[in-house]
């Protein structure tokens, strides 16, 4: 199946260039010429990349990146702009974008960075939503969580962090992958951070947190999901 991307970019000329340049390399590729229709596109569909943006009229790109991390979206987010300032590219990247190109560029380095981002974030599992596991349901899209049918607040980060789980279940996931996938970007204050969000999530989701059933320890290497 070819991969899938989402292009939110509001000059025509470049809407059309790279759909067609996409296209002719197999890419299935959809548009958003706003930031509000790419984020319900974004958030509708499911996609392996997004050309997003950062001046976009309604709603810009670094709103759309946020909105879509805080949502639990993980497709690879390729920020694209004319501004060329280190401090724009830290924002995005701590947004959750995975990277960034300046404009103008090569059609060649654009999908060459595609390429890096699909090997580097490969296609998220098919899951059902909502996805059921013990007395817990995970309403992927709408990033609901209810136990034994009673709401579960959880934070945006806790949620990313349960929904890659979900979606890698059965893996030993270390604690640099996670926090690689799910905090994506590299400044990180340390690797207890993954321990204490997987202890929060186990409080709000096991019924006996110290010996749990679905989010477990693999003793050496970091934890499985089991659900």
Known sequence: ???RVLVIEDEPGLVLALTDRLGSVGYDVDCATDG???????LDNTYDVIILDIMLPRKDGFEVCRDLRKKGVTSAILMLTARDRTSDKVVG???GADDYLTKPFESAELLARIEALLRRVPAA???PDP????DVEVKIRSAVVSRDGKPVKLSAREFTLLKHFIEHR???????ELLDAVWGYNFIPSTRTVDVHVA??????EADSRSPRFIVTVHGLGYRFEG
Do not use: N, P
């Open 93 to 95: 990247l701590k947004l």
């Open 36 to 42: 509000e229709t790419g984020l319900e596109l974004a």
């Open 1 to 3: 199946m070819a991969s």
């Open 170 to 176: 059965g893996d030993v996931l270390s604690r640099d």
């Open 200 to 205: 929060w999530l186990r409080q709000k989701l």
């Open 131 to 134: 996805y059921c596991f013990g």
């Open 125 to 127: 599992r098919k899951i």
